[in-house]
Nanobody, 122 residues
Framework: VQLQASGGGLVPAGGSLRLSCAAS????????AGWFRQAPGKERGFVAS????????RYADSVKDRFIISRDNAKNTVYLQMNSLNAEDTAVYYC????????????????WGQGTQVTVSS
């Protein structure tokens, strides 16, 4: 599975962005998908994940009630709607595919996109 993230940019604090992750490969719809982020000088950390069929989702505490992960398997695309953004959300965001949406460690995901930069201005 090959993944390509897009949709990042510069947004003021309190604003919103929607990230997209387009996948190639007909098996993507059978995988869980996740979003991770990495700020300068920090390790890559879990943001959100979604079950292969979209029924189950999981969020990091820091983004719960602000971010929404979803997927459209007909389009082989996963989305991350980010609302009420703040400076702490500034990072490179990566999408990934793996075996279980319950996984929160980056080494539990085996396919990665190239990342998209999100910068929140305060």
């Amino acid at each position: 599975v090959q993944l390509q993230a897009s949709g990042g940019g510069l947004v003021p604090a309190g604003g919103s962005l929607r990230l997209s992750c387009a996948a190639s490969g007909r098996h993507f719809r059978s995988y869980a998908a996740g979003w991770f982020r990495q700020a300068p000088g920090k390790e890559r950390g879990f943001v959100a994940s979604i079950m292969w069929n979209g029924v189950g989702t999981r969020y990091a505490d820091s983004v719960k009630d602000r971010f929404i992960i979803s997927r459209d398997n007909a389009k082989n695309t996963v989305y991350l709607q980010m609302n009420s953004l703040n400076a702490e959300d500034t990072a490179v965001y990566y999408c990934a595919a793996g075996n279980s949406y319950l996984n929160v460690r980056s080494d539990e995901y085996n396919s990665w996109g190239q990342g998209t930069q999100v910068t929140v201005s305060s």
